[in-house]
């Protein structure tokens, strides 16, 4: 099992974040993919004990996790989870998304799946996430809650998908990574779980930020829809053709 970590410029969290993790579930490894950072990300990461992947510059969340992916494929993992390094996902939900796996491909681990959920989310935003459930849950056949949730488990069919189409654009690696998902055969379902404040820095929140949210959303949300993916899904290929691209990348 592989938990991925990715990171721009969370020098001030990361090290508690693979810390926490470590504690709470030991045996695990840790990847902290350092996505271009201008500041000691990657120091703190490896101070922690986590694996460090250095990008030689920013490629967003997207292009982070798929990296992280391929470093799954490549090494032998049957599981990845996605943890994010400002200390806002528990690592304490690690099992409960893990052991989900036994049920569908993909588990997300959402914030609004449970009555009384502390965390709150108003105005645009929340619109935007209630419109983006409701048409996933039907791709996806199932009740989803929290679609833009980055905290998420895959199992080795899922990684094998992400890591050779997992998208880069905005929104495009919670939103359209469940279109890809879903169109390539894949399951997904959610498991509820509790989500803290940022541990560092600080989350870009106005009316006129929400608004453009909700605008990105709905932008990315109708791009994922008529992008032409593959209707199926063969396992093998798929991983051994992401495998022998990176090969034949090290051999030029």
Known sequence: MLIIVPAWNEQDSVGATVAEIRATNPGLDVLVIDDGSADATAERAEQAGAAVCRLPFNLGVGGAMRA????????????????????????????VLLDKLSEADVV?????????????????????????????SRLARTRLTDVTS???????????????????????????SLVIATRMGCTVTQVPVDMRPRAAGRASSSPVRAAIYLLRAVVALSMALVR?????????????????????????
């Open 68 to 95: 992280g992916y391929r470093y799954g494929l490549r090494n032998g993992y049957d599981a990845a989870v996605q943890v994010d390094a400002d200390g806002q996902h528990d690592p304490a939900f690690i099992p």
């Open 150 to 176: 980055g905290n998420r488990a895959c199992n080795l069919r899922a990684m094998g998908v992400f890591a050779a189409h997992y998208p880069a654009e905005y929104l495009g690696d919670t939103v359209e």
């Open 228 to 252: 032409r993916w593959p209707t199926s899904f063969a396992e093998g290929a798929t991983q051994q053709s992401v495998l022998d691209g990176d090969q034949e990348a090290v051999s030029r």
């Open 108 to 136: 997300i681990g959402a914030r609004f799946a449970r009555d009384g959920d502390p965390y709150q989310v108003r105005g645009p935003r929340r619109w935007a996430m209630v419109l983006l459930a409701k048409v996933l």
